[in-house]
């Protein structure tokens, strides 16, 4: 009788440490979890505050930009209409040599400010907005064309459709930041930009034939511009791969899903 | 012989509460005084037991000495403020059951005091509950493994609870007339895993370790 009891005593004792360390393991599941949680939430939230950075970053940029553009436009280049006018007022009482030198310089002028305003609609936004990205993008190449500096090669494929006015200028702002870079750092003679609107989304292709890059081995300061690049993608709901070796140039891709694809 | 091992056991942890003393947090700074009190306890217990044969007199000082050491690490551990006031609440409550159970219900001279045992008992394993609880409110990005908390309310949860199991057996042997020594095992090794996890607790603990990774609070 007693040894009967003592069993049940001890099976009774082992249920209850069972319990205990299954309540103890239980616990630790949970923990875990909440854990899990907790650091997905939190890396959320800075996705979010640094994407919130990026936008405003942009907005501040962009109106930097337009004000800039407006200068130019209004000032700059009025002013340097007026020069040229008032020199071209001079030409009639100049001997031939002098008035030869005169003309050159009133060319030279007309140069300018045609090159000034080219600068001020690539700057502009109302600009990109009302003459949409390809157009823009078009432009761009003409004017980097016309700099002499690289040559810039655009191809386009598919009907060409809206994206919708924030996206086409955070486009347009990566490529000129892409470009930028290529003509900064890789030393790139060619330059081919590709924007291809297929029915389902939109891809803008950039490559040079720079001297290219091993991205992984990038410092925080050189691999922040390409960060921005992929965090500016990201904001307007796309992918920006950016592909690089040494001596094989650099490619930048950036998939954006069509606004139709979007709503769907 | 499991004597010595308790007392050697809780030597170790009190020395190891007392070396790495300045670099505990309040709360783990409070734990490492009671190891060493922890410690003269398990001595004088085997000194008055060899001079008068039980140990009445000390198990009512150990079981005041519990309450107000585990109440004072619990109220420094609790974040929220009215967890923290029940707890002051309990300590009070408590010192004053104490004193009318020493003086009038089970005097320290005659009886165990298995009132103020189980009380003590059952609010530690409900604090333990408790801290339990908050630490899922607040999960640390550290693993739990690390956390001395962690260890030292499982050593809590664990002890005190199978106290609460160990008095029944105790109670069921004493109605029923049994002769078995298997309570007095069941205790020992309770009170030596007790030790040992306090000790790693106290080990694990840094005074830094819960500042380093921000808290979210939980809303269900």
Same mark, same amino acid.
């Given at each position: 009788?007693?040894?009967?009891?003592?069993?049940?005593?001890?099976?009774?004792?082992?249920?209850?440490?069972?319990?205990?360390?299954?309540?103890?393991?239980?616990?630790?599941?949970?923990?875990?979890?909440?854990?899990?949680?907790?650091?997905?939430?939190?890396?959320?939230?800075?996705?979010?505050?640094?994407?919130?950075?990026?936008?405003?970053?942009?907005?501040?940029?962009?109106?930097?930009?337009?004000?800039?553009?407006?200068?130019?436009?209004?000032?700059?280049?009025?002013?340097?209409?007026?020069?040229?006018?008032?020199?071209?007022?001079?030409?009639?009482?100049?001997?031939? &040599?002098?008035?030869?030198? +005169?003309? $050159?310089? %009133? @060319? /030279?002028?007309?140069?300018? *400010?045609?090159?000034?305003?080219?600068?001020?609609?690539?700057?502009?936004?109302?600009?990109?907005?009302?003459?949409?990205?390809?157009?823009?993008?078009?432009?761009?190449?003409?004017?980097?064309?016309?700099?002499?500096?690289?040559?810039?090669?655009?191809?386009?494929? &598919?009907?060409?459709?809206? +994206?919708? $006015?924030? %996206? @086409? /200028?955070?486009?347009?702002? *990566?490529?000129?930041?892409?470009?930028?870079?290529?003509?900064?750092?890789?030393?790139?003679?060619?330059?081919?930009?590709?924007?291809?609107?297929?029915?389902?989304?939109?891809?803008?292709?950039?490559?040079?034939?720079?001297?290219?890059?091993?991205?992984?081995?990038?410092?925080?300061?050189?691999?922040?511009?390409?960060?921005?690049?992929?965090?500016?993608?990201?904001?307007?709901?796309?992918?920006?791969?950016?592909?690089?070796?040494?001596?094989?140039?650099?490619?930048?891709?950036?998939?954006?899903?069509?606004?139709?694809?979007?709503?769907? | 012989?499991?004597?010595?091992?308790?007392?050697?056991?809780?030597?170790?942890?009190?020395?190891?509460?007392?070396?790495?003393?300045?670099?505990?947090?309040?709360?783990?700074?409070?734990?490492?005084?009671?190891?060493?009190?922890?410690?003269?306890?398990?001595?004088?217990?085997?000194?008055?037991?060899?001079?008068?044969?039980?140990?009445?007199?000390?198990?009512?000082?150990?079981?005041?000495?519990?309450?107000?050491?585990?109440?004072?690490?619990?109220?420094?551990?609790?974040?929220?403020?009215?967890?923290?006031?029940?707890?002051?609440?309990?300590?009070?409550?408590?010192?004053?059951?104490?004193?009318?159970?020493?003086?009038?219900?089970?005097?320290?001279?005659?009886?165990?005091?298995?009132?103020?045992?189980?009380?003590?008992?059952?609010?530690?394993?409900?604090?333990?509950?408790?801290?339990?609880?908050?630490?899922?409110?607040?999960?640390?990005?550290?693993?739990?493994?690390?956390?001395?908390?962690?260890?030292?309310?499982?050593?809590?949860?664990?002890?005190?609870?199978?106290?609460?199991?160990?008095?029944?057996?105790?109670?069921?042997?004493?109605?029923?007339?049994?002769?078995?020594?298997?309570?007095?095992?069941?205790?020992?090794?309770?009170?030596?895993?007790?030790?040992?996890?306090?000790?790693?607790?106290?080990?694990?603990?840094?005074?830094?370790?819960?500042?380093?990774?921000?808290?979210?609070?939980?809303?269900?």
């Amino acid at each position: 009788m007693q040894d009967d009891n003592i069993g049940a005593a001890i099976l009774l004792t082992g249920l209850f440490f069972a319990f205990l360390a299954g309540s103890v393991i239980y616990f630790v599941i949970l923990y875990r979890s909440r854990q899990l949680k907790n650091k997905k939430e939190q890396e959320e939230r800075e996705a979010f505050f640094r994407q919130e950075i990026l936008k405003t970053q942009i907005e501040i940029q962009e109106q930097t930009l337009e004000n800039i553009s407006k200068e130019i436009h209004d000032n700059v280049t009025q002013v340097l209409s007026f020069i040229k006018l008032t020199l071209g007022t001079f030409g009639n009482s100049l001997e031939e &040599g002098r008035k030869m030198k +005169l003309n $050159e310089t %009133r @060319e /030279l002028l007309s140069q300018t *400010i045609n090159d000034l305003r080219d600068l001020s609609k690539s700057m502009s936004f109302e600009h990109i907005k009302s003459m949409g990205l390809s157009r823009t993008i078009e432009k761009e190449v003409e004017r980097m064309n016309k700099s002499d500096v690289i040559d810039v090669h655009f191809s386009k494929n &598919g009907e060409t459709y809206s +994206l919708g $006015e924030q %996206r @086409e /200028l955070v486009l347009f702002r *990566i490529l000129q930041e892409s470009i930028n870079n290529a003509l900064k750092h890789s030393g790139a003679r060619n330059i081919y930009i590709d924007a291809q609107y297929n029915p389902k989304e939109f891809v803008l292709i950039l490559r040079d034939d720079g001297s290219g890059f091993t991205p992984a081995a990038l410092d925080n300061k050189s691999g922040s511009g390409l960060r921005n690049i992929e965090n500016r993608a990201v904001m307007i709901d796309g992918k920006a791969v950016i592909a690089s070796a040494p001596g094989e140039g650099c490619t930048v891709t950036i998939a954006v899903a069509t606004p139709e694809m979007k709503l769907t | 012989m499991i004597h010595v091992c308790v007392i050697v056991l809780s030597l170790v942890t009190a020395l190891c509460g007392m070396v790495s003393y300045k670099r505990l947090s309040i709360p783990f700074q409070l734990l490492s005084w009671y190891l060493v009190f922890n410690f003269l306890d398990n001595v004088a217990n085997r000194i008055v037991i060899s001079l008068y044969g039980n140990n009445l007199v000390i198990l009512h000082i150990e079981t005041l000495a519990n309450l107000v050491f585990f109440s004072l690490i619990y109220n420094a551990l609790f974040k929220n403020k009215y967890m923290k006031m029940s707890v002051l609440i309990f300590l009070i409550l408590g010192i004053l059951l104490y004193i009318i159970n020493f003086l009038f219900i089970q005097p320290y001279n005659k009886v165990f005091p298995s009132t103020m045992l189980l009380f003590n008992e059952l609010l530690f394993v409900a604090y333990s509950m408790v801290l339990f609880k908050q630490m899922l409110q607040y999960p640390l990005q550290i693993n739990i493994t690390q956390q001395s908390l962690f260890w030292y309310n499982t050593a809590i949860l664990f002890f005190y609870s199978t106290m609460v199991v160990n008095f029944a057996l105790i109670n069921y042997y004493y109605t029923h007339n049994f002769q078995s020594n298997i309570e007095s095992y069941f205790w020992y090794f309770s009170d030596i895993t007790f030790n040992l996890l306090l000790g790693f607790a106290v080990f694990m603990d840094r005074e830094t370790l819960y500042r380093v990774a921000p808290l979210k609070i939980y809303k269900r």
